[in-house]
């Protein structure tokens, strides 16, 4: 069974900094590539980030390059966001998910995941 729990959000000012985590289980997470999702209210979950299964390639959404960096932890099956410069447009719930080959992330689509954790709420006061 699938299970993806995320956590570290939280409320910052805009400038902030804030670490995400998501930790994975039941799935093949070594050899996965993972993503960062995100979903504002009344607006699509879209992609934020995401790393290849060994950590050599990362891709991130235009709105966020230079700002969040993305990493991971496969011994621990652990993944990261490290997010600087916080603005009042990151605040979103955020999610982790399994994204074959990044393919989704980089398609501005979301993947085929069916398992869906709760999310951690980022939220950035101006």
């Known amino acids: 069974q699938v299970q993806v729990v995320e956590s570290g959000g939280g409320l910052v000012q805009t400038g902030g900094s804030l670490r995400l985590s998501c930790t994975a289980s039941g799935l093949s997470f070594a050899v ?12 699509v979950r879209e992609g934020v980030s995401c790393i290849a299964w060994n950590g050599g390639s990362a891709f991130y959404a235009d709105s966020v390059k230079g700002r969040f960096t993305i990493s991971r932890d496969n011994a621990k099956k652990q993944l990261y966001l490290q997010m600087n410069s916080l603005k009042p447009e990151d605040t979103a719930m955020y999610y982790c998910a399994a994204d074959p080959g990044c393919s989704a992330s980089k398609g501005g689509g979301l993947p085929n995941f069916d398992d869906w954790g709760q999310g951690t709420q980022v939220t950035v006061s101006s």
Request: proline share 8%.
């Open 32 to 43: 996965a590539s993972m993503g960062w999702f995100r979903q504002a209210p009344g607006k």
